[in-house]
């Protein structure tokens, strides 16, 4: 018997899909914040197909992504993993294996390189094969390459508007959540907030669905870029924030998220529901924009090009035309920014956070979110963006175990930033938990420290400055922006410097 021949590796080549099966199968996603999700399945619809996101992961998934594959692996692995396999089994023993595989198909990002980011279609053909179906269908949209063409069998086309639209979806999702989280700590009307954006995401997933076809190529690219579609859609968005009255004398430290992508992004029992957790506990958060992920990986591909200039033909062109798409794309963000007012997260430029990462972690070490962590860990420490940063590092990470390896020269240089890496196993709450909360006791003692400090230098206290926002009414609405000085980081103190009319500060090197 030969038994390397028996033994051969394969790799996961799904069944086809054809056209005429696409218009009764169920496209399943997910892995990202809600917001981004019901958007997504508008984008989905507006192209013709019936997709919905699968429902958020919860601790039992991840014990079943253990169970049903590789106990070693990652813990977004597991917890995605687990999530697929709950969702299709339930609906196995509900209409049985056979009219699962036919009703519905998962479609997931895929990559290659230095983490597992690559491998998990992988875990989830393994999963999906021991709870008895190894038929069900899984397909691999390459996240660098915008057009990929039909699938095997013709039915799903990753095309130029459907990616086009994918991104776009997603940018329009950040700012609402840049919005939002500027929003909520502050409301005066406890739960307003949340009505408001459920509210917005609903519209904006009507925008989404019906979005004009403007062609399957560059047209399409070159309307998105240009249209005022999308930013009057914003524009309403706002407008329905302006009804939230806030209350931003509130001293609280803000808590900059960052780590692994997929904790960073969902909102629940991947990542201990970390974002309300310390809302609850009185902080303001910064959450890790998607576009900022996608600016890296831009990033990325450019520093692959570098290495080709004066070696290969063409390669110069190549780099300043996605240099130009980089910039476009930034310029894209940015136009949405501003149609919220300017008060979400601005995103930091790719080129100072390589700078200021470059001492610790090297660019070209990839897998994760390489050296953008410390890169971005440092620029929100140096530009006071926020008083602590919170990273969620996935157990059985290996590239967010470089990083917070690398952390440690970051903080033994500067001692007084305040870092706490959460270890996510996804089964140990209380103590990651509890972890956080040292560091966060900390922040808040400098958030107030700092709001003491522009007192003296205002002359303002909270109660002067009461009568004064009274007196500006404009100033108690979600919808006005308090700029960020750069002399400190918390809300409440940039708006008393505001209201003393202190001018921004030049920002360190
Ligand atoms: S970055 Fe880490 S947690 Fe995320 S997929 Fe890669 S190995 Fe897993």
Known sequence: MNISAKHHFRTYAPAPVTKEQIEHVEILFGGLHWRAEQVLQAVFANMGYNARPLPPAIKDDLLRGRELADIGQCCPTSFTTG?????????????????????????TAG?????????YHQSYELALRNIGLDSFRMFLIDQKQPEQGTSAGGGLDINM????????GILCTDVLQGLEYRTRPYEVQAGQTDAVVAECVAY??????????RGRKWGTVAWHMSTGYFIKALREVFRKFEAIEVDRIRVKPIVKITGEFYLQTVEGDPNYNIHRWLESEGAEV?????????DYLIRCQLQKIEDYVGVEKGARAKLAALKGAQRLFRWSYNRMRAALGDIPFEMPDQYELRRLAAPYFHHRLSGGEGDMLVGKALWAHHKKKAHMICELSPYGCMPNTMSVGAMAGVTGKYPELLYAPIEVKGDAEVHALSRCQMILTEAKK?????FVEVMERTGLTPEEAKPLLEARSQMNRATYRIPHTGLAAGMAANTLLHLAGARPARQAP
Request: proline share 5%.
């Open 161 to 168: 508007p459907l990616t086009v639209g994918a991104v776009w």
């Open 83 to 107: 999530n697929l396999a709950n969702f299709l089994q339930g609906e196995a023993d509900r209409m049985g294996a056979s009219e699962v595989s036919d009703r519905y198909i998962h479609v």
């Open 111 to 119: 990559s290659c390189g230095a983490c597992r980011f690559g491998q």
């Open 204 to 213: 904006l997933a009507e925008v989404f669905r019906t979005r004009p076809y």
């Open 286 to 294: 910064y959450p890790a924009a998607i576009a900022v992920w996608l």
């Open 446 to 450: 400098r958030a107030i420290r700092e």
